[in-house]
């Protein structure tokens, strides 16, 4: 299984999550990020306009390669995505794709490969 996490700003859109995934290297079988944001608009749409679930989850103390003190500060990870993507893929689960930024700085994905179901 394949799964993108998803960091974002609050006024991410739509469009700014779908160019972070394509950035990533946007084949995925789940979409995951933090509890906190997992209803997003921006969110909902993307999951609706690609036909992919949503899996929220806790980053909190996740290890990751990438290291955002702002991140840190907030969720208790270094990377939104990487964590979510790695928690929802599960035990044993790598990163495939680090951390991307979209260029307007309001999106991050990484995409993880695990056995999750």
């Given at each position: 299984?394949?799964?993108?996490?998803?960091?974002?700003?609050?006024?991410?859109?739509?469009?700014?999550?779908?160019?972070?995934?394509?950035?990533?290297?946007?084949?995925?079988?789940?979409l995951?990020?933090?509890?906190?944001?997992?209803?997003?608009?921006?969110?909902?749409?993307?999951?609706?306009?690609?036909?992919?679930?949503?899996?929220a989850?806790?980053?909190?103390?996740?290890?990751?390669?990438?290291?955002?003190?702002?991140?840190?500060?907030?969720?208790?990870?270094?990377?939104?995505?990487?964590?979510?993507?790695?928690?929802?893929?599960?035990?044993?689960?790598?990163?495939?794709?680090?951390?991307?930024?979209?260029?307007?700085?309001?999106?991050?994905?990484?995409?993880?490969?695990?056995?999750?179901?």
């Open positions: 299984m394949r799964v993108a996490g998803l960091g974002f700003r609050s006024a991410a859109t739509v469009d700014d999550l779908h160019d972070a995934l394509h950035l990533a290297g946007g084949r995925v079988d789940l995951a990020t933090d509890a906190t944001k997992a209803k997003a608009p921006a969110l909902t749409a993307l999951a609706t306009r690609l036909n992919l679930p949503i899996r989850v806790r980053v909190a103390g996740q290890p990751t390669p990438s290291t955002s003190p702002r991140v840190q500060a907030k969720f208790a990870t270094g990377s939104l995505s990487e964590a979510a993507a790695l928690v929802a893929a599960g035990p044993g689960a790598c990163l495939v794709t680090p951390r991307v930024a979209t260029p307007n700085g309001m999106a991050t994905a990484a995409i993880a490969e695990g056995i999750s179901e």
